[in-house]
C-alpha cells in the first residue's frame, strides 16, 4: 500500500517552477514537473545570451541540483494546456490536488500597428529563442537587410542589438525609446558589450534635440547623458563596424512596406509628469526611419490559449487571496464567475509577465509553493496513483524525458563540446536530442 502524501503537478520548468517544485518536495509533498522543453530552465537555459558560460553553467548545475530532490519526478517535452498534451482537467483527473501554473509569459505582445504582418517584423522573444537554440525556433529564418529598428528600452533591447551587431553585422541598428535618455532601463553591464559601435556624434545631436524637453520636467540631460556613457571604460571589444544608436521620444505607429518592411513611421513624443512618473505623451508630428527590419523587445504576455481567465497581459488573479504571501496572490480568478480557479495556481511570469530576472523568478516560485501548501493543509492527504498516471502519458504518444535522460544528454552534450573544443554545446532540435537519449543504453 503506498504511502498517503499531498500530491501536486507544476507545470513549467523555468526557475520558478523548479525552486516551487524544491519548496513542496522538501514540506513532503510528492510533485510532478510537466515542461514543454526536453530540457529545463525555461528563459534561464534559452534566454541569457548564448556566450554567457559560467552564468548559465551555474544555473544549470542548480537546476540539476533541484531535480535530485526526493519526491520531484520530472517529465520533459510534454505540453499543458487547454490545446496541449494534457489540459488541467487532465491533471486533475489524475488525482493532482493542486497545479502550481510556472509556464511563463508565452504569448507574444504586439502594439497593433499596421503593417506588423510584413516581413522583417519580428518579437524579440522568437530572436531569442532561435540564437538560443530552443526548438523549434532554432531552424526559424530572420531576414534583416542593412538597417534595423529594434523597439524597446530595456536589456533584452541590447541583447537583441549584440546580436545584430556581432552575429548578423548589419549596417545600423537603432534603439527606438518611447520617453527619454532618463527613462532607460537597461544595465551599464549589458551596455558594455556593444557600447564600442555607439555612435557617439549621433548621441550627442540626439541629447541636444530632447534636451529642452527633459529639462521641462526637472530632467538632466547631461546626467542621463553620463549613464548611458558608464559603460565606456569597460566596454568589450567589437568584432564588427556596424553603427548603433538612438531615437529617443519615438513612439512606431505604422511599419511601411509593400511584402517586406521599407521603413518605418515614428511619432514625435513630449514628456509630461503624472502622478509622480513619466509619461510619454504624443505630439501628432511624425517621421520615417528608413529600416528594413523592426525588432519589438516590448515585453511578453501569457499565451491567452492555455485555459485560465486573462486580465490584460496576464492570468486573472484572486482579489481576495485565501492563501497570500507576502499580499501576493497567486490564485487564478475567474472575472465571470467572481471565483478562483480551485485548486490552480501561478507563479513567476505567469503571475506577472516579464517582470524580474533569474532571482525574482526564484522567490516568486518559492512563495507561490508556500500558497499551494497553505491550500493544501486543508485537504488530506492521497495515495497517487502511478500506474494512471503511466497510462495517461503513454497514450499522449509523446517521447517523454525524465531525469535519468537528462543526466545522459548533459555527458552527451558536453563530450561534443570537449571533441569539438567549444566552451558549451547543445543540440538544436528536439529529434536530436531525443535519438541521442534513446542511443545510450
Known sequence: MAEKTYYTAVVGAGPAGLFAARELARS?????????????????????????????????????????????????????????????????????????????????????????????????????????????????EFVFGKKVAVVGAGNVMLDISRFLIQKVKVDEVFAVVRRGPAEVKFDKKEMEYIIHNLDQRALDAEMERVADTMKAIGQDPVAAKAQILEALPRAQPSNSTTRFGFQFLMSPTRILGDEHVSGLELEDNSLVLKDGDVKARGLGSSHTLDVDAVVFAIGDRVDASFGLPLAGNEFARNPSPRFPQEGISFEPYDPVSQAPIPGVFVAGWARQASHGLVGYARKDGTLGARAVLGYLQTLEKIEPDDEALTRTLKKTGKVLVDQNDLRKLDEIETEVAHRRDLPSFKFGTNEEMLEKIMSVG
Request: charged share 20%; hydrophobic share 35%.
Open 28 to 140: 513532503g509533498v510528492t510533485v510532478v514537473i510537466f515542461n514543454r522543453d526536453i530540457k529545463p530552465g525555461g528563459l534561464a537555459e534559452y534566454g541569457i545570451y548564448p556566450d554567457k558560460y559560467a552564468m548559465k553553467d551555474g544555473l544549470r548545475n542548480q537546476f540539476n541540483q533541484v531535480l535530485e530532490t526526493p519526491g520531484i519526478r520530472y517529465f520533459g517535452n510534454i505540453s499543458v494546456g487547454a490545446q496541449a498534451d494534457l489540459s488541467l482537467d487532465d491533471l486533475r483527473e489524475l488525482g493532482f490536488q493542486a497545479i502550481l501554473v510556472t509556464v511563463g509569459a508565452q504569448g507574444t505582445k504586439w502594439l497593433g500597428l499596421p503593417g506588423e504582418h510584413l516581413k522583417g517584423v519580428y518579437h524579440a522573444k522568437d530572436l531569442v529563442y532561435h540564437y538560443n537554440q530552443l526548438p523549434p525556433f532554432t531552424d526559424r
